[in-house]
């Protein structure tokens, strides 16, 4: 897995993991961490995510990361909102409209703050799992001390399927989040099926609540 592989799959429009509406899961789960509209929220690997804007209604500031320029622009075009663009370094832009700021770049070196609030639904199933650890204790120093994480994973017999999405059970879960408090707060078979083209036994996604 490397970063080539996410720039072809946003130029080759191979993006079956996005959603053409706001995640159910989201719209459910959300109150949970007892939200506050000052309260800003961290989206890591954001693509061109719809849940953005909804995350928008509800806050004062929303802040993703995202790899591939092509998804910041679509997400900005799509919406029909004008961005301001701020070049912070060859590889480094900054993506401004209201409330939301996305940064065009990578998320590990990212010039990121602190953030009481954290939505991943599609950053940590698209870690292997050589870069979950890193990606973890990445997340975790951008999240300030009371902060909560709403996660959304997937669990799937990995070798019957190639990833991304990658398969993580919930004791990957609990030992990547050591040390937090950690809520199982759902299970669904129903939800999403295996990626067009790819069988398993069973695919459940499941959520969590992380909390500092």
């Given amino acids: 897995m490397d970063q080539e592989f996410w720039h072809s799959r946003w130029a080759d429009n191979r993006i079956g993991f ?36 909804w995350l928008a209604t509800k806050h004062n500031e929303v802040v993703g990361v995202e790899l591939s320029e092509i998804a910041v622009r679509a997400f900005f075009s799509e919406h029909l909102y004008t961005p301001t663009v701020t070049s912070m370094s060859p590889t480094m832009k900054l993506y401004q409209f209201d409330e939301l700021s996305i940064y065009a770049g990578d998320y590990f070196t990212a010039p990121l703050e602190t953030y009481p609030l954290i939505y991943d639904r599609a950053a940590l199933i698209a870690m292997p799992e050589s870069l979950r650890q890193q990606y973890a204790e990445r997340l975790l120093s951008l999240l300030k001390t009371g902060g909560r994480i709403l996660l959304v994973t997937l669990h799937y017999p990995q070798e019957q399927m190639d990833g991304p999405p990658f398969s993580v059970e919930g004791d990957e879960v609990r030992r990547l989040f050591n040390g937090y408090k950690i809520t199982h707060l759902n299970r669904d078979e129903q939800a999403d099926r295996p990626p067009k083209g790819k069988t398993a036994d069973f695919f459940a996604e499941e959520v969590w609540l992380i909390e500092s």
Avoid: Q
């Fill in 18 to 53: 996005h959603l053409s509406d706001t995640n159910p899961l989201l719209v459910k789960y959300w109150p949970l961490l007892n939200p506050k509209r000052e309260d800003a929220v961290f989206v890591p690997m954001c693509g061109k995510s719809i849940d953005l804007s």
